[in-house]
């Protein structure tokens, strides 16, 4: 596809809308779930950093960004228990 196509389709899409007006709901639901997976991430790197002297190393990638985004600081935690017992 090339990209004049896609940047006239994405604008179609935010000129509609503009003028229809989004619904409020799924767009806030959205948002905070993209917030929750960000922050998700962010412990990760975090938990990574701090646990290289514990030998514990969770990987980021979409399925423990999502327990620890969804779940939490016990997502978190459950995380790296199953990474320090069963599997290290």
């Known amino acids: ?11 179609s899409a935010i000129l509609l809308l503009l003028l229809i ?3 409020l709901k799924p767009m806030r ?8 997976l ?3 991430a962010l412990l990760l790197f ?3 950093t701090a ?7 969770v990987p980021i990638n979409a ?13 978190l935690a459950s995380l790296a228990a ?3 017992f069963i599997v290290g």
């Open 1 to 11: 596809m090339q990209p004049v196509m896609v940047i006239s389709i994405i604008g």
């Open 21 to 23: 007006g989004a619904p």
């Open 29 to 36: 639901w959205t948002g905070q779930m993209l917030i929750r």
């Open 38 to 40: 960000a922050i998700g």
């Open 46 to 48: 975090f938990l990574n």
């Open 51 to 57: 646990g290289a002297s514990y030998d514990i190393h």
């Open 63 to 75: 399925a423990t960004v999502f327990i620890s985004g969804l779940l939490g600081l016990p997502g």
């Open 82 to 84: 199953i990474q320090y």
